[in-house]
């Protein structure tokens, strides 16, 4: 069965601090998606990534980069420069082949709380 | 292109009433899947539909609780006889196609139960 763990319940940064978000998957597939999403105080989930299981290559965009490695089953999400707007719950999430329709596993979320 | 929407956004029902939560998905979309966020919480998967078919219910409670996709008009969500455990977020989200494609989610609809 797949499983996601986000250790971090709470992380408190100043503004310009890097930050470091954790996941950490379980499964027995081979084919396999990973997803970040964000939740900002409005309650709205915005995607953020997909990366599949055979693409290992880190990803950057803009402030925001993924490290997925498959040796230690982690999909890292690190913010550069942190802003305050960045302050909300992020998720990560996963998505079997196996499973019939795809669903998404997802972690309990890291609330990112970003002090100006 | 409009988003996932789902309405009402917010919903109070007494214990014992019914509750409705609506979905219409993205255009060109025909996959729809309910998530709930209790308090606290992460999401959790409820059900997966297609039009006019339940794929996946594993994650629905067995009772109170079912869905539907009709060939015309929204998803629903209905919560029969609801109870305090009830009150909860929950997601709709939408996808293209079968396969490994991001399921892009609607507001929300907070459901209270008082």
């Known amino acids: 069965a797949q499983k996601v763990t986000q250790a971090q319940t709470e992380i408190s940064v100043v503004e310009k601090e890097d930050v470091t978000l954790d996941c950490v998957y379980e499964?027995?597939?081979?084919?396999?998606?990973l997803f970040w999403y964000k939740q900002p105080p409005s309650g709205e989930l915005v995607f953020l990534i997909r990366?599949?299981?055979?693409?290992?290559q880190n990803e950057i965009s803009g402030r925001y980069s993924w490290n997925f490695q498959k040796s230690t089953s982690s999909f890292n999400f690190t913010i550069t420069a942190s802003q305050v707007v960045d302050s909300a719950v992020y998720f990560c999430?996963?998505?079997?082949?196996?499973?019939?329709?795809?669903?998404?596993?997802f972690g309990g979320g890291t609330r990112l709380m970003v002090k100006p | 292109n409009a988003g996932v929407m789902q309405n009402p956004r917010h919903l109070v029902r007494r214990r014992g009433q019914e509750a409705r939560l609506r979905c219409s998905p993205m255009?060109?979309?025909?996959?729809v899947y309910w998530y709930r966020q209790l308090p606290e919480e992460g999401l959790k998967f409820m059900v997966y539909?297609?039009?006019?078919?339940?794929?996946?219910e594993s994650g629905m409670p067995k009772e109170r609780f079912s869905a539907e996709f009709p060939k015309e008009g929204p998803s629903i969500l209905r919560i029969q006889q609801v109870v305090r455990g009830d009150s909860a977020a929950y997601f709709c989200?939408?996808?293209?196609?079968?396969?490994?494609?991001?399921?892009?989610f609607g507001p929300g609809t907070r459901l209270t139960v008082t």
């Open positions: 499964t027995r597939d081979t084919t396999y998606y």
């Open positions: 990366r599949n299981s055979f693409d290992e």
């Open positions: 999430a996963l998505s079997e082949a196996g499973n019939a329709g795809n669903m998404l596993t």
């Open positions: 989200a939408s996808s293209p196609l079968k396969g490994f494609y991001e399921q892009y």
């Open positions: 255009k060109g979309h025909s996959h």
């Open positions: 539909l297609q039009k006019e078919n339940i794929i996946d």
